[in-house]
T-cell receptor, first 112, second 114 residues
Framework: DSGVTQTPKHLITATGQRVTLRCSPR?????VYWYQQSLDQGLQFLIQ???????AKGNILERFSAQQFPDLHSELNLSSLELGDSALYFC???????????FGDGTRLSIL | AQSVTQLDSHVSVSEGTPVLLRCNYS??????LFWYVQHPNKGLQLLLK??????LVKGINGFEAEFKKSETSFHLTKPSAHMSDAAEYFC????????????FGKGTRLSVIA
């Protein structure tokens, strides 16, 4: 058990919809990262927050947004969903950006 | 810029035989390198990390990796495979200092045959 909790585990929705994925980092970790894992693109970094502030951005679409709240949990919002957004979305956390990241079990998003 | 190439998409070994998963990296900076393992329907678990200390790094579950700067390689090895080692393995590179994202290889699927 990594200590990183992601909810829900599975999400099935339709094109055009909006969903919110939630992540609770390990106790004491200030950094939260979001990744997308798909068959064609592999594992890609989306965005990072550190203590509530955005620190780095990767290949995140404009339809996607995220935030980290004062209690350090984070949410990833995906809107105007397309079939190609179907993927596993992982959250990871670390105590500091220079420290190894610990991953949650992911949210599997299926777009019908 | 940084990149990782995992040279084999699939490796199959017999239980009790050695495991070798190959990884080459490219980095404009002094790199930190990691190996992560992903079991089916699970998140990624850190096996080991190299961050510019000893070049031979020991990880969990009997795995180790050697950083070879001259060959830009960071291959993962284990002397004797167990059935429970069957999983997807990812080699990862990032900058040794500073806040830069992880860059993942495409993964190597390890199968262990009884």
């Amino acid at each position: 058990d990594s200590g990183v909790t992601q909810t829900p585990k599975h999400l099935i929705t339709a094109t055009g919809q909006r969903v919110t994925l939630r992540c609770s980092p390990r106790s004491g970790d200030l950094s939260v990262y979001w990744y997308q894992q798909s068959l064609d693109q592999g594992l890609q970094f989306l965005i990072q927050y550190y203590n509530g502030e955005e620190r780095a951005k990767g290949n995140i679409l404009e339809r996607f947004s995220a935030q980290q709240f004062p209690d350090l949990h984070s949410e990833l919002n995906l809107s105007s969903l397309e079939l190609g957004d179907s993927a596993l979305y992982f959250c990871a956390s670390s105590s500091h950006p220079d420290q190894p990241q610990h991953f949650g079990d992911g949210t599997r998003l299926s777009i019908l | 810029a940084q990149s990782v190439t995992q040279l084999d998409s699939h490796v199959s070994v017999s239980e009790g035989t050695p495991v070798l998963l190959r990884c080459n990296y490219s980095s404009s900076y002094s790199p930190s390198l990691f190996w992560y393992v992903q079991h089916p329907n699970k998140g990624l678990q850190l096996l080991l990390k190299y961050t510019s200390a000893a070049t031979l790094v020991k990880g969990i579950n009997g795995f180790e990796a050697e950083f070879k700067k001259s060959e830009t390689s960071f291959h993962l090895t284990k002397p004797s495979a167990h059935m429970s080692d069957a999983a997807e393995y990812f080699c990862v590179v990032t900058r040794n200092s500073g806040n830069t994202p992880l860059v993942f290889g495409k993964g190597t699927r390890l199968s262990v045959i009884a």
